[in-house]
DNA sequence: TCTACTTACACCTTTGAATAGG
DNA sequence: ACCTATTCAAAGGTGTAAGTAG
């Protein structure tokens, strides 16, 4: 694999985010996903649609997980603060979906998930996890390749899409109660946590556990967010162009994007990336979040630290 | 003392094999 | 013989709390 990026060669390969409203409820307090030893899968799980593909063409999509920026971070009360420089980070895998290869038109038939994509710390791991920091900022990736199988990639044909609403910090128990809560209410498998649960989750709290406090959360706090990816966006870390970096700001911020109607987490932006050191790709196209991402600090006046940091 | 991490636990969903019925 | 629906047990996914390490 070349480390450098190849030219940009439009493609109109078009990714969207399917469960985009699920992932901004997360993300709008700050998203975090546990991490562990032994693998978790990732709540809420990557789910995109793909489409404009050659339906004929084979392709293999694939996905992984990069940082945020340069950063560690730590959990303070109620919101997370930098704790300092990050530390070096493991390799990059990538997780291959399944499904590939397969021709254009079985991947734009339905959404493509990952669910069974699992996130760990353990820098030993051999089943293929995706290793990651604790404390550390996340965001995913995914890769469209035209290849017949995964070892003839044509990297020339890459194309990569992320959303800013699906990064997240790695932690190893979480740290902010409303997002434990928001898993809580979402993820089938917790189910046995919710408030006025089952019978017999009662009888387990009020005679097992009676110490287990479940989190309260006040509808006012969940504007509450980390800085992280405020500075994700507004750095240019997706090397976008002037222009297509304001259209992005104006879409967080809230503002309409002129031109087509554009839907939630639509990948409309184009740009060639120049990525050195997380190369699995040569064309990323970074997809605005539909709602403001509002962090909780304003002062962070760093930016071109993690650029450099990133990407030199 | 504080923070981050690991582990055991109970509860839950998912999955797949076995079985029954049409 | 084949297909579909149902049942059931095992496997695996959750957050929690307690304990450990630095």
Redesign the pocket.
Known sequence: MSLLAHPYQPSGIRVTLENADLWQSFHSIGTEM?I??HG??M?PHCSVRVSRLQPFTNYVITMDIVPVDGFKY??KKEHWEI?GAADPHPPCRTYTHPDSPAPGRHWMKQPLSFP?LKLT?NTLDQHGHIILL??HRYYPRFHVVQADNPYTLRWGSVQSFSFPETAFTA????QNPKI?KL??DH???????REG??H??S??LSN??P?????TLDRDDLSNSSPSLQRMLSTSQFTQTEESRASTQQSLKGGHLSGSALEPSENIHVEPLLLREYNCSSDEQMVPASVPYQPYRSDFKNNQYCLNAWYT
């Open positions: 546990i562990t030893k978790r899968r709540f730590k959990w704790a069974k710390n604790s404390m932690v190893t128990a979480y434990t898993k809580i993820n089938p498998f917790a189910k046995g946590f649960g089952t017999s989750h009888k387990r097992k556990s110490r287990a406090k479940r989190p």
